[in-house]
């Protein structure tokens, strides 16, 4: 009963900490070559896959960001050159990656897939689609509950 809850609250605590620790310490380490922190990758990596686009409200649902946070990020990313607005400051208009911010995002997109290969080490095809069906699952589960 309430001992398997207790450990299963543990276990899944100190598994999904310690992953966003060193993703965390990962995203750091391996984009400071790019003059990056986390947020900023996340934010390129979205607008890389999404070529026509996105408005700040959706960078914020992908990149689980406030909006304070993700206005900062496209400022910098804006300075930096890496992104271009339509209507500078609109919340609505789509921001997109210029030709250097796709160039980074090129250059990003070999380290993210080492370290995700990294992290699969050992996982069968199977584990990895239950695995993230699960994540998926308990974010869709805890979101829903928090909108309540």
């Known amino acids: 009963g309430d001992i ?10 100190a598994g999904i900490t310690v992953c966003y620790k060193y993703i965390q310490r990962i ?9 990056l922190k986390g947020t900023h990758v996340a934010c390129i ?7 026509e686009g996105l408005t700040s ?3 914020c649902t992908l990149c689980a960001e406030d909006k304070a946070s993700i206005s900062r990020t496209v400022s910098h990313l804006r300075k930096l050159g ?18 250097e ?13 080492e370290w995700v290969s990294i992290g ?3 996982m069968t095809d199977e584990q ?8 998926a699952l308990i974010s869709e589960n805890l979101r829903s509950e928090l909108e309540r």
């Open 120 to 122: 699969g080490v050992g």
């Open 82 to 99: 890496y992104i271009e607005q339509g209507n500078i400051g609109a919340y609505r208009i789509p921001l997109r990656l210029t030709p």
């Open 57 to 59: 409200a959706q960078l």
């Open 4 to 13: 398997d809850m207790i450990q299963r609250f543990e276990n899944f605590l």
């Open 128 to 135: 990895r689609t239950g695995f993230y069906d699960t994540l």
């Open 101 to 113: 911010g796709r160039d980074v995002a090129r250059r990003m997109e070999p380290v993210i897939e």
């Open 27 to 35: 995203k750091n380490a391996e984009m400071t070559e790019f003059g």
């Open 45 to 51: 990596f979205y607008l890389n896959h999404n070529p």
